[in-house]
């Protein structure tokens, strides 16, 4: 995190020491506006579940088009140079993954642990972020001379996340079960996961003027987090003896039935310590074809807000 935190710092820095110079040099206008926008597109989910078919793959490799879903935004803009501008975002969209779009049939093929494992979930994401815009050309919103711009983004947010899994038709908060063995006393160094955890959107996009007042732009980016929970799945399978010693009956039958959720015909490949998910990679979610629309709300030497021309 420390890491990150100084990172992020010194692209900043280095970013705005150049947008000044390029300023001198050139003689650029500054181009200082505010927008307020709204966006909308798809995101999808990089996790334990679900996947391209066969064996689990690291990020885009593991992209798994069926889970694609809507996502919404909203956001404002300032512009504080032709180079750089600052956003403050608000998503939401939601997620999912599932074990029987990916992995293979026949226990002799890679993929096929995945398959048998047979989990599932969805869960709705709500992010706020903060997010550095890098244009690479110069850039002013409602400019004729500069009305276009591709630019990279980075920032950090929190998002907030609640898995659920369906189960005799009706949908389950996961995370009160503890469906790893989080919580019990066998298990004193499983504590149950937070559902709010830290996002890293990192993405690329265009921006283009339709008008004096009117900013049309599409963006993809990727959101790194801090948190392999977001499906629900991350360690081992627990022991369900504990699972009975903790709860009463049909509360354990419940945890039980979640925890594992395969045909029970192979019962060692999801024997207690055996391998459930993959702690090593933290889930993550893209945002993909995200079209945004923003009105720009105040511009230099104008303090007030006034009202713009929609088109």
């Known amino acids: ?118 989990l599932s979930f969805k869960s709705n994401i ?24 591709i630019y990279g983004t980075f920032g950090i947010g929190a998002f907030y996340f609640n898995p659920k899994a369906l189960y005799n038709g009706t949908w389950v908060e996961l995370q009160p079960l503890g469906t790893e063995g989080q919580g019990l006393p066998q298990y004193p160094g499983k504590k149950k996961y937070s559902r709010i955890a830290l996002a890293f959107p990192v993405g690329m996009g265009l921006k283009y003027n339709f008008s004096k007042d009117v900013v049309f732009s599409f963006e993809i980016s990727h959101r790194f987090t801090t948190t392999d929970y977001i499906d629900d799945v991350s360690t081992v399978y627990p022991d369900p003896a504990f699972i009975y010693q903790a709860y009463d009956d049909n509360t354990a039958d419940l945890i039980t039935a979640l925890a594992d959720r395969s045909d029970k015909s192979y019962p060692q490949a999801t024997a207690p310590g055996e391998q459930r998910g993959d702690p090593s990679d933290f889930d993550g979610y893209t945002f993909a074809g995200i079209f945004s629309m923003s009105w720009i709300i105040s511009k230099k030497g104008n303090n007030q807000l006034y009202c713009p021309k929609l088109f």
């Open 1 to 118: 995190m420390k890491f990150l935190s100084t990172l992020f710092i010194a692209i900043s820095l280095l970013f705005a020491n150049a947008s000044a110079l390029h300023a001198q040099r050139y003689g650029a206008p500054t181009g200082k506006t505010v927008q307020a926008g709204v966006s909308i597109g798809a995101s999808t989910f990089f996790g334990d579940l679900g996947g391209s078919r066969g064996l689990g793959a690291p990020f885009i490799r593991d992209l798994d088009p069926p889970v694609t879903r809507p996502a919404i935004g909203a956001y404002l803009h300032y512009n504080f140079t032709h180079i750089m501008g600052i956003r403050f975002n608000a998503f939401y969209t939601m997620v999912s993954g599932d074990d029987a779009l990916g992995g293979a049939n026949d226990p002799s093929d890679l993929g096929w642990s995945r398959k048998y494992r047979n």
């Open 126 to 149: 709500f992010e706020v972020s903060t997010t550095i815009d890098i244009n690479f050309l110069p850039y002013i919103p409602g400019s004729d001379q500069y009305p276009f711009t």
